[in-house]
């Protein structure tokens, strides 16, 4: 199975990306999604979480700005990036959660020049 990111790119600060995350085969039942993101010389670090049933967890430099959001059914994961800052600029990982296994996305190239 392989979760397939998009929708990375160069931006200017300000502007705004949705990234896409897609298994490809069904993953049922999913625990929980999530994007995570590692910046030159930084540990990866969680960006934002979607648990099944839809609730959320941001981290604080993203929150307001950000929206994650999950379809199960698709095993898809999106995130929605409004007013993007130069310090947003990294390599973005989808992951997903199932109750027995964790899975990693081959991650997408965001880059927000200022």
């Known amino acids: 199975v392989q979760l397939q990111a998009s929708g990375g790119g160069l931006v200017q600060a300000g502007e705004s990306l949705k990234l896409s995350c897609v298994a490809s085969?069904?993953?049922?039942?999913?625990?929980?999604m999530a994007w995570c993101r590692q910046a030159p010389g930084k540990q990866r670090e969680l960006v934002a979480r979607?648990?099944?049933?839809?609730?959320?967890i941001y981290a604080g430099p993203v929150k307001g700005r950000f929206t994650i959001s999950g379809d199960d059914a698709k095993s898809a994961v999106y995130l929605r990036m409004n007013s993007l800052k130069s310090e947003d600029t990294a390599v973005y990982y989808c992951?997903?959660?199932?109750?027995?296994?964790?899975?990693w996305g081959q991650g997408t190239q965001v880059t927000v020049s200022s």
């Open positions: 085969r069904s993953l049922l039942p999913v625990a929980a």
């Open positions: 979607w648990l099944s049933g839809g609730s959320t």
């Open positions: 992951n997903l959660h199932t109750h027995s296994r964790e899975y």
